[in-house]
């Protein structure tokens, strides 16, 4: 086919697309002519994304730490770009399943490694000042990852280890909710009192968190894994993605998380609180909160040693500091 004759048939199959959607093929031909090309900056909205960093003080340090949790928000945004589209199928495609999960834990990956910017990559005396004008923010206020959790695993698998055995899915999604393991990572121990960090969360996210919760009932990636049949359910590749998955989001990011805390809150022993005033030395550690996406697909060794293995590859208990 001739290049006159590829042109003419393109026009055609457009004025079909546009006759059986009862639109004009003319007015848009117009609009694609009076149209500006398109530019890289613009196309990703450069000059508004470059401008989302404005550090509250004049420590050069806490751009760092701003760009890096943008970027970090960024990535939850592609977890749960994925997430949502395992919930939302329903072809039971296993090789679709498989495509999608290896994604997450790209992302997750990529999220684990690039931790070593937090750990090192600042000065903890500029760090342990600028935070001061911080109060009460906190990493903790991250609504995107717990949505990433309840899109993960029903709700009952995220109330606190305390409580666990006490709830089941026959308690309601608002029950539920009440206990998760992270709002005790934010609530005095001593008086049962909720940080400002959590009182400001729940009043600007419980309404999405709720009804978000509420559609993935029965539909979360866990459910939607245990609905696959008998053949695609032991599928050894997905279930290996699935752990893996597990292992990165509830293993390997918080002992990132551990790893940076302890490297500029808890050193010269002398420990300093978070900005949000969690209690992070029992909210942070895997083993301790032992939240797992996928429980059935883990033996009952890895299920009684959570977390326990990789923590003790890097903190040691004892000296209660972070083996960097």
Same mark, same amino acid.
């Given at each position: 086919?001739?290049?006159?004759?590829?042109?003419?048939?393109?026009?055609?199959?457009?004025?079909?697309?546009?006759?059986?959607?009862?639109?004009?093929?003319?007015s848009?031909?117009?609009?694609?002519?009076?149209?500006?090309?398109?530019?890289?900056?613009?196309?990703?909205?450069?000059?508004?994304?470059?401008?989302?960093?404005?550090?509250?003080?004049?420590?050069?340090?806490?751009?760092?730490?701003?760009?890096?949790?943008?970027?970090?928000?960024?990535?939850?945004?592609?977890?749960?770009?994925?997430?949502?589209?395992?919930?939302?199928?329903?072809?039971?495609?296993?090789?679709?399943?498989?495509?999608?999960?290896?994604?997450?834990?790209?992302?997750?990956?990529?999220?684990i490694?690039?931790?070593?910017?937090?750990?090192?990559?600042?000065?903890?005396?500029?760090?342990?000042?600028?935070?001061?004008?911080?109060?009460?923010?906190?990493?903790?206020?991250?609504?995107?990852?717990?949505?990433?959790?309840?899109?993960?695993?029903?709700?009952?698998?995220m109330?606190?280890?305390?409580?666990?055995?006490?709830?089941?899915?026959? +308690?309601?999604? *608002?029950? &539920?909710?009440?206990?998760?393991?992270?709002k005790?990572?934010?609530t005095? @121990?001593? #008086?049962? !009192?909720?940080?400002?960090?959590?009182?400001?969360?729940?009043?600007?996210?419980?309404?999405?968190?709720?009804?978000?919760?509420n559609?993935?009932?029965?539909?979360?990636?866990?459910?939607?894994?245990?609905?696959?049949?008998d053949?695609?359910?032991?599928?050894?590749?997905?279930?290996?993605?699935?752990?893996?998955?597990?292992?990165?989001?509830?293993?390997?990011?918080?002992?990132m998380?551990?790893?940076?805390?302890?490297?500029?809150?808890?050193?010269?022993?002398?420990?300093?609180?978070?900005?949000?005033?969690? +209690?992070?030395? *029992?909210y &942070?550690?895997?083993?301790?909160?032992?939240?797992?996406?996928?429980?059935? @697909?883990? #033996?009952? !060794?890895?299920?009684?040693?959570?977390g326990?293995?990789?923590?003790?590859?890097v903190?040691?208990?004892?000296?209660?500091?972070?083996?960097?």
């Amino acid at each position: 086919m001739d290049k006159d004759a590829k042109i003419a048939s393109q026009i055609n199959k457009l004025e079909e697309k546009y006759k059986n959607s009862g639109q004009d093929l003319s007015s848009y031909l117009d609009g694609l002519l009076y149209e500006r090309y398109l530019t890289y900056w613009d196309y990703i909205h450069l000059d508004t994304l470059l401008s989302l960093q404005v550090p509250r003080t004049h420590f050069p340090d806490e751009e760092i730490f701003i760009m890096y949790h943008q970027i970090t928000e960024l990535y939850f945004k592609l977890i749960l770009h994925e997430e949502k589209q395992i919930v939302e199928d329903r072809s039971q495609d296993v090789a679709f399943f498989i495509e999608k999960v290896r994604r997450i834990n790209s992302y997750f990956k990529a999220l684990i490694s690039s931790f070593s910017i937090m750990i090192k990559g600042m000065e903890r005396e500029q760090f342990l000042r600028y935070r001061m004008a911080l109060l009460p923010a906190s990493g903790f206020q991250s609504a995107q990852y717990r949505m990433i959790e309840f899109y993960a695993t029903p709700l009952e698998n995220m109330v606190h280890p305390s409580e666990r055995d006490q709830f089941s899915s026959e +308690n309601s999604i *608002e029950e &539920l909710f009440e206990h998760v393991y992270w709002k005790k990572g934010a609530t005095d @121990l001593a #008086t049962g !009192e909720k940080t400002l960090t959590l009182k400001q969360f729940e009043v600007r996210y419980t309404p999405r968190l709720l009804r978000i919760a509420n559609q993935v009932k029965n539909s979360t990636i866990y459910q939607k894994y245990l609905q696959l049949p008998d053949s695609s359910r032991n599928n050894e590749e997905l279930i290996l993605a699935l752990k893996e998955l597990d292992l990165n989001a509830n293993v390997n990011w918080p002992l990132m998380h551990m790893g940076s805390a302890y490297r500029y809150l808890a050193k010269e022993g002398k420990d300093v609180e978070a900005t949000g005033g969690t +209690n992070w030395k *029992e909210y &942070l550690p895997p083993s301790f909160q032992k939240i797992i996406f996928f429980p059935t @697909l883990h #033996t009952k !060794e890895e299920l009684d040693t959570w977390g326990k293995q990789w923590v003790d590859h890097v903190f040691n208990p004892d000296k209660q500091e972070y083996k960097e």
